[in-house]
Every structure is written in C-alpha cells, then in structure tokens.
C-alpha cells in the first residue's frame, strides 16, 4: 500500500533571467519507510 502518491508534478520558478523548470510532469509512490530526493 502506498503512504504517498504524487501524479503530474511540476514545479518551476522565476528570477531575473527568466522561468526555470525545475520539476517537469513526474509521479512516484512511496511506500512506508522508504525516502525519495529530487535533485
């Protein structure tokens, strides 16, 4: 059974150069006692 599900996650931010996509459109499932970084 998954703890944590994430679908179609985006994330972008802005600075003085313009928009930075960081995170483009991804999805995961974490099961209990396991860890995820996105770096």
Request: zero cysteines.
């Given at each position: 059974?998954?703890?944590?599900?994430?679908?179609?996650?985006?994330?972008?931010?802005?600075?003085?150069?313009?928009k930075?996509?960081?995170?483009?459109?991804?999805?995961?499932?974490?099961?209990?006692?396991?860890?995820?970084?996105?770096?």
């Amino acid at each position: 059974m998954n703890l944590l599900s994430v679908n179609n996650l985006s994330i972008a931010f802005y600075t003085r150069d313009g928009k930075t996509q960081a995170v483009d459109n991804i999805s995961f499932n974490l099961k209990q006692g396991e860890t995820l970084g996105i770096v």
